[in-house]
C-alpha cells in the first residue's frame, strides 16, 4: 500500500461536512491536475456557454467570474450507490405526492414505498440510471469536463467502495480521455474515523492491478485518497470480526501471534459501545503470556471502533509475539471473530487460552504515513 500516498494538504477538505449531492470547491495550488494532459484535449469552449434553468438562475458570465485561473485545481463530490443498496422503485418523491398529495402527512402512506429504500427528489435528466452504467457515466464525463471539472472524489464515507462501480467509472473516463475529452479523473474520500478497509479495498481493487491508471487523479504525484493518516498506521493480520469481547476491571484480554517480518506497532480494533473517554492499556511481551515485556502504552479517549497501535522504540524482528489489553476505564473491549484466524496465534483471557481470534494489525517500519 506504499504506492497510495495521503496529501496532508487534503486532511483538511477530509474534514468538511458534506451538504448536497453536487459539491465542488476550488483548491489552491500549483495546476497539479492539469499538468497531468497527457493528450490533446477536444476543447468545446465550455467556458462560453449560457444557460438559464426553470427557476429564472443563470450561470455567472466573463463580468462577473473573469478569466480562468490555472492556478486552481477544481474537484466535485460524486456518488456511486446508484442502485447498489436497493432495487425496488424507482421511488420519485415528487411523482409520489402529485399522485398521493395526503402522503406528506403521513409516513406510513404506503405510496413512499418501503422503508429505509432509497429515494429520488425527482427523476434524473438520464432517468432512474443506476452507477454501472457505461453511458450515463460517459455523459456525466462529458459534461463535467466541459464545466472544467479536474477530479470527482467519491464518497466512501460509509467503509463502502462500490467497487464494480469504481471500476465501471474509471474505465468510462479513461474511454473519455482517450477520445481527446478532458474528463475528470477519480480520486476517493474515506470515512473520517478509521479508513483501513476503504483504502486497503481501493489499493487492491485499483491501484496495484493498475486499472485506469489515466484516470486516477494525482496530488503531489500520488494517486489521492482523501482521509486521516492518522487511521493508517498497520497492515491488519485479522480485521475479520463478528463478535465484541468487553474487558472487565481487574481482567486481560489477549492475542498471540507469529510476525514474519520486522515491525514497529501492533494493535487492535477496539469498541467503546460509543462511551467516551474509555482507556486501556496494551502491551506486547515475547513469546506469549508470561513472556519478557517488550513495550506498553497506556491509551486514553478510545475511538469507538478505531484501530490502536502500540508503538515500540525500535523496530522488532520476525518471531512470535503476545499482545495483551488491560486496565480498563469506562466501556472498552477488543473486536474478535468467533472462530480463529490467525495461524500461528490464539486468543487468550486472563492469560489461559480462549476461543476465537482477536482483530491484530501490525504497523511496518518506515510505514507511517
Not at 12 to 31: C, H
Not at 120 to 148: F, T
Not at 163 to 185: I, T
Request: aromatic fraction near 10%.
Amino acid at each position: 500500500m506504499k504506492s497510495v500516498r495521503l496529501s496532508h494538504r487534503s486532511i483538511a477538505v477530509a474534514r468538511l461536512v458534506l451538504a448536497g449531492s453536487l459539491a465542488a470547491w476550488a483548491i489552491a495550488g500549483s495546476g497539479a491536475a492539469r499538468a497531468q494532459e497527457n493528450a490533446p484535449a477536444w476543447d468545446v469552449y465550455g467556458d462560453t456557454w449560457v444557460a438559464t434553468d426553470g427557476l429564472g438562475r443563470a450561470l455567472p458570465t466573463f463580468e462577473e467570474v473573469g478569466p480562468p485561473r490555472r492556478d486552481r485545481t477544481v474537484a466535485i463530490f460524486y456518488f456511486l450507490w446508484l442502485g447498489q443498496h436497493s432495487r425496488t422503485g424507482p421511488w420519485d418523491i415528487t411523482k409520489i405526492l402529485a399522485a398521493h398529495p395526503d402522503a406528506m402527512k403521513n409516513a406510513n402512506d404506503p405510496a413512499w414505498g418501503p422503508v429505509s429504500h432509497f429515494h429520488h427528489w425527482g427523476e434524473p435528466l438520464y432517468g432512474y440510471y443506476v452507477s454501472r452504467q457505461a453511458w450515463v457515466i460517459r455523459r456525466h464525463a462529458d459534461l463535467l469536463a466541459a464545466a472544467g471539472v479536474d477530479a470527482v472524489i467519491c464518497d466512501s464515507t460509509n467503509n463502502n467502495i462500490y467497487g464494480k462501480c469504481v471500476l465501471a467509472l474509471c474505465r468510462g473516463l479513461s474511454e473519455s480521455r482517450r477520445l481527446g475529452n478532458p474528463a475528470p479523473r477519480y480520486a476517493a474520500i474515506g470515512p473520517f474515523g478509521d479508513a483501513n478497509r476503504v483504502v486497503a479495498e481501493l489499493y487492491d481493487t485499483l491501484y496495484a492491478p493498475g486499472i485506469c491508471a489515466d484516470s486516477w487523479f494525482r496530488w503531489d504525484g500520488k494517486p489521492l485518497i482523501l482521509a486521516d493518516p492518522a487511521t493508517l498506521l498497520g497492515r491488519q493480520l485479522n480485521d475479520r470480526h463478528d463478535v465484541s469481547r468487553e474487558l472487565a476491571p481487574g481482567h486481560t484480554l489477549g492475542q498471540s501471534f507469529a510476525a514474519a517480518a520486522a515491525f514497529d506497532g501492533v494493535g487492535g480494533c477496539f469498541p467503546t459501545w460509543r462511551e467516551t473517554g474509555s482507556a486501556m492499556t496494551l502491551t506486547l511481551f515475547e513469546g506469549g503470556p508470561g513472556g519478557r515485556p517488550v513495550v506498553s502504552g497506556r491509551f486514553r479517549d478510545v475511538q469507538d471502533n478505531g484501530w490502536v497501535y502500540l508503538k515500540t522504540p525500535t523496530p522488532l524482528p520476525a518471531g512470535r509475539y503476545y499482545l495483551e489489553m488491560s486496565q480498563p476505564r469506562g466501556r472498552v473491549g477488543w473486536w474478535a471473530a468467533r472462530r480463529p484466524v490467525l495461524n500461528g496465534g490464539e486468543a487468550f483471557a486472563d492469560g489461559r487460552p480462549a476461543e476465537g481470534g482477536m482483530t491484530l494489525g501490525l504497523q511496518e517500519p518506515g510505514s507511517r504515513i
